[in-house]
């Protein structure tokens, strides 16, 4: 396992915001060694994703390369390899990093995704699909400029491929999935919604993001398709910022 530890200034940055009364802030910021215990972050959600363990039962994996040339069999290092993997994974970053999908993102369960202490942008290309899937964190990343991809061939699990229909552009697409936290995120400009949760897609919390850039952001908090063929989709949404403002390219 490779330890990575964030810039100096970036950590002097984070422990600045410890004591401000949000209560998922506070559980990991003020922690003075939280970049040596990441996976204690999973414990910090609260809302109907408080459970959402994503891969803190799992190993620690680096993200080293920021390509994306191959969905079907992507290399060890990308942020794909990682994704697809069967068993509990926490996945860091090297370094900053700016991703250009080319494919949509296709997750399995037990993961997290942790951009704390980089930079880590995930945009100009498709977005990341959660379906039939459990226990999923992602934290401090920014996802723009998302547009269709496809139709392509796209693994969607260690030992399965098939061909994908084209991805409508969105950045989250949770279908049929359950015990999802969101949070920390930038999202902005995406050709259809930022996150769209459906198909009896169930305990989730969205929480201190920031929404912009996008036509379909409300006041009220995000642009989140709340639409359940099979009932009430609990979806815990805590303070975040929006923004509605003319798209343009994220600079």
């Known amino acids: ?31 003075p060694n939280w970049e040596q215990n990441r996976q204690a972050l999973a414990d910090c959600a609260i809302g109907f994703g408080k459970n959402a363990a994503g891969g803190k039962e799992g190993q620690i994996y680096v993200v080293t390369d920021d390509s994306d040339d191959d969905a079907v069999n992507p290399r060890n290092g990308t942020l794909r390899w990682g994704v697809l993997q069967a068993e509990p994974l926490w996945i860091i970053f090297e370094r900053d990093m700016k ?59 260690p030992d399965h491929f098939g061909e994908r229909g084209q991805s409508d552009g969105s950045a989250f697409n949770i279908f049929n999935s359950s015990e999802i936290w969101l949070d920390h995120l930038y999202l902005a400009n995406c050709a259809h919604l930022l996150i769209g949760a459906i198909e009896a897609s169930t305990y989730i919390t969205i929480s201190n993001n920031y929404f912009t850039q996008h036509d379909m952001v409300p ?26 403002t003319s798209p343009h390219k994220q600079k």
């Open 219 to 244: 006041t009220t908090a995000t642009s989140i398709n709340l639409r359940n063929f099979y009932g009430f989709v609990p979806i815990w949404i805590l303070p975040s910022l929006s923004l509605c």
């Open 99 to 157: 991703i250009q999908l080319q494919q949509e993102l296709i997750m399995m369960s037990y993961k997290t995704i942790d951009g704390r202490g980089y930079n880590v942008h995930i945009a100009g290309g498709a977005g990341i699909t959660i379906q039939y899937i459990q226990n999923v964190i992602v934290h401090s990343v920014h996802i723009y400029d998302c547009v269709p991809t496809g139709p392509a061939m796209v693994r969607s699990s």
């Open 1 to 31: 396992m490779k330890e990575i530890l964030p810039r100096n200034s970036e950590h002097r940055e984070l422990q600045e915001w410890c004591n401000t009364g949000n209560p998922i802030d506070d559980c990991w910021r003020c922690d």
